[in-house]
């Protein structure tokens, strides 16, 4: 069974930091983009940025510029979501997804993330900011 797992969510204070986790279950995440979205109560997802797993190369929406770095481990063949001073509209739950992307040319500093473009989904972890 294809799958990604998540991990990493919960409660943080606002300033704190989490790391999301984002594992490949039952296939390759090799010439993959993982895209992060998150959907706050009421609220449209959004698109956060996302990684090549081939070369490293990322993309983040303005929201989350400068604050949170996504990296990668092929080997343990995981993504990661470094988020650092984080702020109550932060507050969402947060999901990876998987797409191919062989020629290494969907995520990059311009990208125009969509969800639909994203074929294999994790089940979500809640972040929430607050003190």
């Known amino acids: 069974q294809l799958q990604l797992v998540e991990s990493g969510g919960g409660l943080a204070q606002p300033g704190g930091s989490l790391t999301l986790s984002c594992v490949g279950s039952g296939f390759t995440l090799d010439y993959k983009v993982i895209g992060w979205f998150r959907q706050a109560p009421g609220k449209e997802r959004e698109a956060v940025g996302c990684?090549?797993?081939?070369?490293?190369?990322?993309y983040y929406a303005d929201t989350v510029k400068g604050r949170f770095t996504g990296a990668r481990d092929s080997a343990q063949n995981t993504a990661y979501l470094q988020m650092n001073s984080l702020t109550p509209e932060d507050t969402a739950l947060y999901y990876c997804?998987?797409?191919?992307?062989?020629?290494?040319?969907?995520?990059?500093?311009?990208?125009?993330?969509?969800?639909?473009?994203?074929?294999?989904w994790g089940q979500g972890t809640q972040v929430t900011v607050s003190s």
């Open positions: 997804a998987a797409r191919s992307d062989y020629a290494a040319i969907y995520c990059h500093s311009n990208s125009r993330m969509k969800s639909t473009d994203f074929e294999t």
């Open positions: 990684i090549t797993m081939s070369n490293g190369r990322t």
